[in-house]
């Protein structure tokens, strides 16, 4: 399940960008997620197959850093300017804690799998 970088007859890919558009890290146009946070198959443009694509909990723990940060720090400086009631809090904070959540998952594991890709990055190995 190693990726074959056989780019031959593609133009160079922008991973990142790819990444975060969601688009094959092969070809730039396939969609790279069948859903909204499983990965397709195999790219319905040039058919890279993508079972090489194992993200594995990185996006998960840059998704908890990055958001936890920014949810936590608006969380403490509304409570310290505005002193609002703790329903007030709820409402406010899990609604957006899911939301940018969600949308910090797909862009993130997009990235990390078009990397994945661009780097030749496969599983460890002992050479015997």
């Not at 960008?17 to 443009?45: Q, T």
Request: overall charge neutral; proline content about 7%.
């Amino acid at each position: 399940m190693t990726a074959v970088n056989d780019n031959k007859g593609y133009p160079p890919i922008e991973p990142i960008a790819a990444g975060l558009k969601g688009r094959c890290p092969r070809c730039g146009k396939g969609r790279l997620f069948s859903g909204l946070l499983s990965i397709a198959p195999d790219c319905d443009e040039c058919g890279l197959d993508y079972s090489f694509a194992d993200a594995g909990d990185g996006p998960a723990v840059f998704v908890i850093l990055i958001i936890g940060f920014i949810v936590v720090g608006l969380a403490l400086w509304t409570e310290v300017s505005f002193n609002p009631p703790l329903w007030l809090h709820f409402m406010l904070w899990i609604p957006l804690t899911l939301v940018l959540s969600l949308g910090g998952l797909r862009l993130i594991k997009g990235v990390l799998v078009t990397l994945q890709y661009a780097n030749k990055a496969a599983e460890g190995r002992l050479d015997r």
